[in-house]
C-alpha cells in the first residue's frame, strides 16, 4: 500500500474510489464507508483510496488555539490506522496532515482540484454527516449535486446502529471512559487495544509470584478507567491469553503516573524493550488501594483464577 503525506505528492492516473473522512478509529461505523470504496474499486478496476488526515482536526485548532489540554484523545495512533486500511485492502492512503492550507480551502476547490484533478476520482464514498471545505461549509448536497456535474458517482452510507445506538467516536470515547470493553469490541469491530515498549519496573509482580510486563500508559491514547481487565497479550510475533492492571499503583507506590502492568499466563521470557500490544477484553474491577502486600497478593490471586476462567483454560 502507497501512503502519501502530501498533497503536493499526489501522482495519480489511473481512476479511484475514494474514501473521504477522518476515520479516526476504523470503528463500525467507518468500515461500511471504507468497505464500500474497495469493493467499489474491484468491481470498476479503479485503484481504491482513502483521503485522510494524520492528525485530529479538532486537535489542529487546539494547538494552534493554545489549548492542548483540550486535545481529543486518540482511538487509535496512526501506524494502527494505516495498518488497518492497508488489510481492508487499500491500494492508496492519502495521510496528509490537517493543516492551515485544508482548513482554509473552499468546498469546491476540494471537489475539485483534491477530488477530480490529483485523486481522478471515479466514485466517492463518504458518510450520512461529511463536511468539507472551510468552517464545514461543503456537505453531502453539494459534493452529490458537484460531483454528478463532473460524472462523479458518490455513496452516501447511513450511520451504523448497534442495539439503537449510533456507532461515532464520541460514543467510543465514551465506552472507552466507562470500561465497557464487551460492548467498546462490537462498536469497533475488534478489541480496543493500547501499545508501547516493555521497561523495567519494581519487579514486585515477580516476587510474588505475578510476573508483568510493564509499560507506560500513552497519555495521548483515550485511557480505559484504572482497574484490572481480562485481556490479550501481542509480544514477539504471538498472542497470549493475559491479566492486565491499568493504574498508580497505590498499595506500593502511588506513582500518580500511569502504567500498564500485563501478566501473561505461564510466560517467563525476557521481553524488556520489546513492543507490546495489550488489547481489552473484559473490565473486572477497579483498582483499590489495600492494607498490605499479603492482602494485594490474595487479591492478584484471586483476580488471576478469574481470568484464567473468562479465557478457558481452567
Sequence with gaps: MQVIKSLEDIRISERTAVAVGNFDGVHMGHRTILESAVDCAHRNGFLAVCYTFSNHPVNFFMEKN???EKCVKLICTEADKLDMLEKLGFDIVVNVPFDENVMTMRAMDFIHAILKDKLNAA?????F???FGVKAEGNVELLKSECSNLG???NVHDAVEIDGTVVSSTEIR???KEGDMELLTRFLGRPYALSGTVSHGLALGREIGFPTMNITAPMTMALPPNGV???NAAVGGETFKAITN???KPTVEDTKVKSIETNIFDFNDDV????VTIEFLKWERPEVKFDNIEALTSQISHDVNLAMEYHGLV
Design 272 to 275: 524488556y524493550d520489546e513492543k
Design 246 to 248: 491499568i493504574g498508580v
Design 129 to 131: 454527516n461529511y463536511s
Design 229 to 231: 481487565y481480562f485481556t
Design 123 to 127: 466514485a466517492v464514498c463518504c458518510g
Design 152 to 154: 462523479i458517482t458518490v
Design 174 to 176: 465514551k465506552l472507552i
Design 66 to 68: 493554545g489549548m492542548p
